[in-house]
């Protein structure tokens, strides 16, 4: 795995970055699609030759706090690191522009809360009915320093 995995999104990955969405608990199409139009900011992991997508990021920028809104791996590459470098190289692009780091996670989803909080992301909200059934945690991180 080598940094230059870590790319800016492309138009030509939608078909793909669509496949990895229906992993997400809950995916937005609209929202995948904003962001690759110049409204948020979607990085890949892309390490193959040719370098088709494994996983990626997607932020929604706000006024000081982004929200990490997607992140998805597919799941024969989980593991590896992928998630990780995918969510640390978007906050280090964030951290430019914003303070804070947002992002909401199913409270049974494990393997993604200890990702986060090895991130340094920490719990500071529960949102019951987030998701259509169930609660979401939220982590946030400083960007900053």
Not at 16 to 23: E, F, G, I, K
Not at 99 to 122: H, M, T
Request: proline residues 8%; negative net charge; glycine residues 6%.
């Amino acid at each position: 795995m080598s940094v230059e995995a870590i790319r800016s999104a492309k138009t030509d990955d939608r078909p793909t970055l669509l496949a990895l969405q229906s992993y997400l608990q809950a995916p937005s199409p609209l929202t995948l699609d904003a962001a690759l139009t110049g409204a948020g900011v979607v990085l890949v992991a892309a390490p193959n030759d040719p370098p088709v997508p494994v996983g990626y990021c997607l932020a929604i920028p706000g006024d000081e706090t982004a929200w990490i809104a997607e992140l998805a791996v597919v799941p024969a590459r989980r593991r590896e690191g992928w998630g990780k470098r995918l969510l640390d190289t978007c906050c280090r692009e964030l951290a430019a522009a914003h303070e804070v780091a947002r992002l909401a996670v199913a409270p049974n989803n494990d393997g993604a809360i200890k990702l986060y909080q090895s991130l340094g992301f920490e719990q500071v909200d529960r949102r019951p009915g987030f998701y259509d059934s169930s609660a979401a945690l939220v982590f946030e991180r400083s960007l900053s320093g």
